[in-house]
Structure formats: structure tokens, C-alpha cells
């Protein structure tokens, strides 16, 4: 939505980061990545496949999806480092879970936990990169 999208420029700002965000239902990028990355988003949406579909789209033929997610102690009600507030963890699945709905999307291709740079898991991710089956 718009206003997400202003919320996010304005945190990417906050944070110096050169992020872009875009709003458009009939964007005209659709179909024309090799590459679509879906960082650290599924757990803050009670609905993922619907986004996961909109990811997707952006997507040419044979192109992959890398999805990542916290690998560690969280809670719904908190971020990754245990912060309350926006940007709350509303969805919390295992990396079994996710590995199994990104499985039946199409064919998963890798799998791995990137460390962070924080001691202990709570700073690490789940990285899996899949070929959706439509792609």
C-alpha cells in the first residue's frame, strides 16, 4: 500500500540505506528478474503465499526466489532482538515448516543458516533459495 511503502522509504532513510519501494498494481517489472529476494518479510505477514505470488511475478522464466527469515528465539510479539513495537513478529515458523511451504511452491535448491554478528542464534537467518514451480 502507499502508505506502507512511505513508512519503509521513510525508515530506509532513517537508516541510510539505499533501499527502493515502489507502488504499483500493474508495475511493468513484472517478469523480468532472474532473481527475487524475499528478505526477512514472511514474519511480519499473516499471509505469506499471497505475497510470496506477488514476489514471484517479478520473476522470468527458470528465475529463483532466495527467502530469508530469523533463525532464533523469537517471539510474536517482538522483534529479533526481543524489541517490542512495529515491526513486531506476527508469523513465527520453523525452518522445517518454511522449507515445506516453499517446497510445495516448487523445487527448493539451498538451504542454510547465516550467522549474524551477534553471539548465539538470535542474529542468525534462515536462507532458502527455490525455483517456483510456475518460473
Known amino acids: 500500500s502507499a502508505p506502507q511503502v512511505q513508512s519503509n522509504r521513510e525508515q530506509a532513510a ?12 500493474h508495475l511493468a517489472l513484472h517478469g523480468c528478474a532472474d532473481v527475487v529476494g524475499v528478505l526477512d518479510c514472511l514474519e ?15 520473476l522470468r ?24 513495537g512495529p515491526g513486531q513478529h506476527v508469523a513465527v515458523e520453523s525452518p522445517a515448516t518454511l522449507h ?15 550467522r549474524g554478528d551477534q553471539a548465539g542464534e538470535a542474529n542468525s537467518s534462515v536462507c532458502i533459495v527455490y525455483r517456483p514451480a510456475r518460473a
Open 14 to 25: 532513517r537508516l541510510g540505506s539505499s533501499a527502493e519501494f515502489y507502488v504499483d498494481p
Open 100 to 114: 515445506a511451504r516453499l517446497q510445495a511452491r516448487g523445487q527448493v535448491l539451498y538451504v542454510d543458516v547465516v
Open 44 to 58: 511480519h505477514t499473516l499471509y505469506p503465499n499471497p505475497l510470496l505470488d506477488r514476489a514471484e511475478a517479478y
Open 61 to 84: 522464466p527458470q528465475g529463483l526466489m532466495c527467502v530469508t527469515v530469523p533463525n532464533g528465539p523469537w517471539s510474536p510479539t517482538s522483534d529479533t532482538y526481543g524489541n517490542g
